[in-house]
């Protein structure tokens, strides 16, 4: 029987890569994407085993999406999960962002997300199987300080997210989102310094929590979580 394959965005470091971890000890081959190569090896290694594949990409790029998810489905087969979490923020003042840092986050949170989704519908819906997973975070639920155009991207891949839960109603194909507060990662590099950083959450408890409410069950579906610190 073919392996199944899981796609997992931004797989380099802090929840994708601890996602990572879960799909392979569950006998999924998984396909690590991201921008640097090195942080995906470095993922890699990590895993419980050598059921994995590397493709470097920046999912803001529709050409460069195009080209790696032919090349998963003819050198591995169709995608059976797919877990959108690249992710990237730039936090200041609205009036202070530069528009390098605004296209950015637009583009990755928001886009890299409606392009790597667009690459898997089709196949998912006919085989009326699959699942899509949107790591959205908290900033997508609620406006906060120093983070407009975060929250902007985040609110725009909600909106992403519950228009897919709604399309894909009549299917068999599982749409979940999470909503998850700040977490311990290399995300906060050179933002915040370790004082700051000292009680957020853990990624391999957020990644569990995921993981488990994620899972296709019979006769009921979460379609959502919302993970606070405490």
Known sequence: MAKKICVITGAGSGLGASLAKKYAKDGYH???LGRTEDKLARTAKALPNEDYSIFPVDVSS??????VFTKIKEELGVVDVLVNNAGVGVFDLAENLSEEAVHQMIDTNLKGTIFCTQE???DMKDRNSGSILNIVSTAGLEGK??????CASK???RGFHESLVVELKETDVHIFGAYMGGMKTEFWDGIF???QTAGLMDPDDISDIIY????VRKNLNVEQVVIKNH
């Open 62 to 67: 529709k050409r460069e999406v195009s080209q």
């Open 155 to 157: 609110f725009g891949m």
């Open 212 to 215: 488990h409410n994620a899972k």
């Open 30 to 32: 998984v396909c690590l």
């Open 193 to 195: 310094d370790e004082s």
């Open 120 to 122: 898997i519908l089709s």
């Open 145 to 150: 300080m120093t983070e407009s155009v975060y």
